[in-house]
């Protein structure tokens, strides 16, 4: 397989709601880059050579005017939109919805704009370059099918609130068994904590592996997603709080035996931009990358 052969599917449609704006654009490097910046500058490295971004339309003349500009001279760029129209069944009866299906939903909206292995990653994420890498080398290998780029909860959690995670159970051929999605998790003493459904504070270790949304699929994966989320919209689309997570569809399949996931570890650190409070951080992170010569400055640089 030509190593340049990938494509690299961006979220990006996400409301920032707790950010308080759109936070893809806030600036993370000392020359104003962004964070999908630097994600687009790992993933070219490493043998990615296309980017889809997933928008909603409201947002397509801002995302253009500052995310696309700076990356459609470095990298070829598509757009396709998340709409709340766009499902696999009549969406009549969901005429009032107004929250988005969720991440699945937003894979799935690219199924016309790519035919070949893609990434996906979210757009207000840092990955580290070395999760391209295991991802790329995963892809070119013979029969290789999808993989999850899994990250320590340690490495993921806020200081400046709680964060859902999907906490991964693997079994001892790194295969992927289950992802369970646990909201409300803080950082504690020893690791995490959060409270579960009955009440009951849970305590976790911090060194579990949790899916960041760092995933690697073939174009098979559409017809899947397609129909499990004609299920569930059967089954919670009446449900105007109800998301069809990305983990949860991917674990659904993983144990109907309908797909095989690998779980490629990146030993690099995770950052994000959950809370505002988070920027100040992911800009000292940044520097410190810099520092040590991991990143030129300015980024392109040496591009």
């Given at each position: 397989m030509d190593s340049k052969s990938f494509d690299l599917v961006i979220l990006a449609a996400g409301m920032g709601s707790r950010f308080g704006g759109l936070k893809q654009v806030q600036p993370v490097g000392p020359a104003g880059e962004l964070i999908i910046e630097y994600s687009v500058?790992?993933?070219?490295?490493a043998g990615f050579d296309r980017v889809v971004?997933?928008?909603?339309?409201?947002?397509e003349d801002e995302f253009r005017a500052t995310i696309g500009r700076r990356l459609e001279r470095r990298i070829a760029v598509d757009y396709v939109f998340q709409d709340l129209a766009d499902v696999p069944v009549s969406s009549a009866a969901f005429a009032a919805r107004a929250k988005p299906w969720g991440t699945a939903h937003a894979v799935w909206v690219a199924r016309k704009a790519v035919s070949r292995p893609f990434a996906v990653i979210n757009a207000d994420d840092f990955y580290g370059a070395a999760g391209y890498r295991v991802l790329a080398g995963h892809f070119t290998r013979p029969g290789s099918g999808y993989a999850l780029v899994g990250y320590q909860l340690r490495q993921t959690l806020s200081e400046h609130g709680a964060v859902s995670r999907g906490v991964c159970r693997v079994g001892a051929d790194d295969r992927l068994q289950q992802i369970t999605e646990i909201t409300n998790i803080e950082a504690a003493a020893g690791g995490a904590r959060y409270v579960d459904a009955a009440g009951a504070v849970q305590r976790l270790t911090g060194d579990e592996i949790v899916s960041m949304n760092f995933w690697g699929f073939t174009p098979a994966v559409f017809g899947q997603i397609e129909t499990m989320l004609a299920e569930f919209l059967r089954t919670r689309g009446a449900d105007p709080k109800a998301e069809f997570y990305l983990p949860t569809t991917l674990s659904a399949l993983n144990e109907r035996g309908a797909a095989r996931i690998e779980l490629l570890r990146s030993p690099e650190a995770w950052f994000g931009l959950t809370y505002r409070q988070d920027l100040a951080a992911a800009q000292t992170a940044i520097s410190e990358l810099i520092?040590?010569?991991?990143?030129?400055?300015p980024l392109w640089g040496a591009v």
């Open positions: 500058f790992d993933a070219l490295r971004f997933v928008i909603r339309r409201e947002i520092r040590t010569g991991r990143y030129p400055a």
